[in-house]
C-alpha cells in the first residue's frame, strides 16, 4: 500500500532486523507502528513481534502521532505514559472492528501492550464495564440485528458475531436478551406480521 504525501520512512531489512531483534540501539533512529493495533513502538519494545506488511516506520514520535497512531503503554515512544482513558479507547475501537474473531483478555492485552490484568481492571474503571461484558454486548447486539434478517441461519448469524459454539450463543443470547434467538425472531416477526 501506498502512503502518498506522508512522512514514511522506508522499511529496510536493517530496521526490520531491529525490531524483530528489540534493538536498543536503534531507538533515537526510528519508530515503528502497526496498522492491525493503532499503536506504535520504539525498536526495543518487548511486544509480540508484528506482521511485516503491517508495519510503518517513522523517523520521529511527532510523525507517527500525526499519523493517528498512539504510543504504547509499554516502551512509552513519546517518553510519556498514555492516557487511560486513550488506551481504553484505543482497545474498545479494536473490539468494534474485530469482535467476529476470537478474542479473549489475553490478545486484547497483547494487542494494546498491557498486562491481562491491568486492562482488566482500567476497562472497567473507564467503561463501567469488563472488557468481556463489552465484548458480549456488541456480539449480542449485532446477532440481534442479524436475526431481524429472516434468512440467516441462526447458526450462522452465531459464528458471524464470534460466538461459533452455537449452544453456547443460544443460551448467552437467552441471558441477555431473555428469549432465545428464535424466539426473539419470531416475536420480531409477528409483530411485524400484525403492522403489515
Ligand atoms: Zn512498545
Known amino acids: 500500500m501506498k502512503h502518498e504525501g506522508s512522512s514514511d520512512e522506508m ?8 525490531i524483530i531483534s528489540n534493538d536498543a540501539a536503534y531507538n533515537h533512529q526510528f519508530f515503528y507502528a ?9 525498536p526495543s519494545c518487548k511486544s509480540r513481534i508484528p506482521k511485516k506488511e503491517n508495519v510503518r516506520i517513522f523517523q520521529n514520535a511527532e510523525e507517527a502521532l500525526s499519523a493517528h497512531f498512539r504510543p504504547c503503554k509499554r516502551c512509552k515512544p513519546t517518553n510519556e ?4 482513558n486513550d488506551w481504553v479507547a484505543l482497545i474498545t475501537a479494536y473490539i468494534d472492528k474485530n469482535y467476529s474473531d476470537k478474542l ?4 486484547l492485552a497483547e494487542m494494546s501492550h498491557g498486562s491481562p490484568y491491568h486492562l482488566h ?9 469488563t472488557p468481556v461484558v463489552y465484548i458480549q454486548q456488541i456480539r449480542i447486539n449485532t446477532a440481534k440485528n442479524l436475526l431481524l434478517q429472516n434468512d440467516v441461519p441462526i447458526a450462522d448469524i452465531g459464528k458471524a458475531v ?10 448467552l443470547f437467552k441471558k441477555m436478551i431473555g428469549h432465545t434467538p428464535a424466539q426473539y425472531r419470531q416475536f420480531h416477526n409477528k409483530s411485524e406480521g400484525l403492522n403489515k
Open 104 to 107: 479473549t483478555l489475553e490478545t
Open 121 to 129: 481492571r482500567t476497562f472497567k474503571r473507564i467503561s463501567g464495564i
Open 81 to 84: 505514559r498514555l492516557p487511560d
Open 34 to 42: 502497526v496498522k492491525t493495533t493503532g499503536i506504535f513502538c520504539k
Open 11 to 18: 522499511m529496510t531489512d536493517e530496521k526490520w532486523q531491529a
Open 162 to 171: 464470534g460466538i461459533p459454539n452455537i449452544p453456547y450463543f443460544i443460551t
